[in-house]
């Protein structure tokens, strides 16, 4: 009878403490910090990346979104997309097709609103499965993507 416990199935670590862990003692703010401020920074890149669609473009955000939820875990996968959210409230370019159709929150209530909203939904789930370890398959990998996925296009849908 072995006297080692078996790896607990819930609450794995996310790809970002596996590559990038806080040292003992050592305080997650900084790196927290930066990691959120460069996922922003890559939301904001992918909704640059559009192709005109009617009533919302299609843009690489969701995939963004995904991944990020996949690699940072719920709390700072969702607080990640959060962070992009509120830089688009107070005015910043940040959403596809701005400041060209309008910025801050009367472009968040637009056709938009329930993507946006659905995005944060959507890193927290994916970042939830990541922790139960659904990253660790292909096919565990593309359910979490696939579910993250509705939750973002039901809530963008229902907006509409």
């Keep these: 009878m072995s006297t080692t416990a078996a ?8 790809l970002l403490e596996a590559l990038a862990p806080v040292s003992r003692g050592g305080s997650p703010l900084l790196r927290n910090a930066l990691v ?29 979104v995904l991944c990020l ?25 940040v ?11 009367a472009y968040m209530a637009g056709p938009t609103g329930g993507y946006l909203l659905g995005f944060v939904l959507a890193a927290a789930l994916t970042g939830w499965l990541a922790t139960r ?12 993507m696939l579910l993250g996925n509705l939750v973002i296009y039901a809530l963008g849908v229902a907006w509409l």
């Design 7 to 14: 790896a607990p199935a819930f609450n794995a670590p996310t």
């Design 36 to 64: 959120v401020i460069g996922g922003s920074l890559l939301l904001t890149a992918s909704a640059k990346l559009e192709i005109p669609f009617f009533p919302v473009p299609l843009t690489m955000q969701t995939l963004v």
């Design 69 to 93: 939820g996949m690699v940072l875990g719920t709390r700072l996968g969702a607080l990640t997309v959060v962070a992009y959210l509120a830089q688009g409230a107070a005015g910043l370019p």
């Design 95 to 105: 959403f596809a097709g701005t400041p060209e159709k309008g910025i801050g929150l």
């Design 133 to 144: 370890r659904w990253d660790r398959s292909v096919i565990g990998t593309i359910a979490a």
